[in-house]
């Protein structure tokens, strides 16, 4: 197959289908290659620019290792249920203010949801936590230990594989229930029923409410949102290394693994991506065909 599969008569080729022509079906002739194309279309990207967009999944790998450290803080009896209440409210007001800052006259318009209504989901949420946190506190009573510690490792490994890192406001279901389920299960090896709804709580801050203040600020604060993310991981590896060491250590380099040498890689091997276009491809239609299928 090629230019010289056939013997060239003296009727020109032509690259068409409804003429019978004295060529082979698989001939081709010296312009088959003038119509290739190479890498069209690809995306250059930057290096700092990459990973300024990784940090998004950098910070959510350090709030889960912040959430675990704040468990392992009440599990010890180093924090009180009560201190982590008003540490989440005193957040969860700071947050609220800054996310209606953020938020524009355009989409405000766009969504009129006030305050009472976000007031009155809130209240509502606390309550039933508040009221349910007996019962999941005896939920895992007959569950070994290991197991609901396995559960809740597989739990949030499957609440950061399948975070929407691109669009996380809100956070998908999967993502959210996984961190939710973790949570019970970790919540219910505290000591008391108040311990449990503190920690409920503050996973609701940190899974659900957090990464919608986050999208806010990448979309109108870059600059701010690259600090945030800076000292959300700086607060993970400090807080698990102030209990676990080796843990904070293995953080650290997860994140530096993630954050720096991933897209390290993605820019040095887009040099070596060879896209080829031609006459092989298949046909697309570019013409809009919707007032055929009225």
Known sequence: MGPDSAPGPAVPWQKVLWERQPYPDNYVDQRFLEELRRNEGIRQYQYWAVVKEVGFVGQQL???????TLWLYMEQGLLSPEMLLSTSLVCALLGYGVHQALTSQVESACEPRTRLADLQS??????????????????TESVSTDTVYAMSALMLLAHLVSFPYAQPS???????????????CL???????LHTFAMLSC?????ALWPCL???LRENAPNQFTVVCVCVCLGG???????????????????????LLCPLLLVRLQRHKDNIHGPWDEAEIHEDLSRFLH
């Open 122 to 139: 809130a209240t509502i949420f606390l309550s039933f936590t508040f009221g349910f946190s007996p019962v999941l506190k005896t939920l």
């Open 203 to 207: 996973a609701l801050l940190v899974f």
């Open 237 to 259: 590896v400090g807080g698990l290394g102030s209990l676990l060491p080796g843990g904070a250590v293995l953080l650290a380099l997860a994140l530096g693994s993630v954050t």
């Open 187 to 193: 919540a219910s090896r505290l000591p008391g029923a």
């Open 170 to 184: 809100p956070p998908g279901s999967l993502s959210l229930n996984a961190a939710l389920f973790a949570s019970v």
């Open 62 to 68: 350090s709030c889960v290792a912040i959430f675990i």
């Open 214 to 216: 986050l999208q806010k």
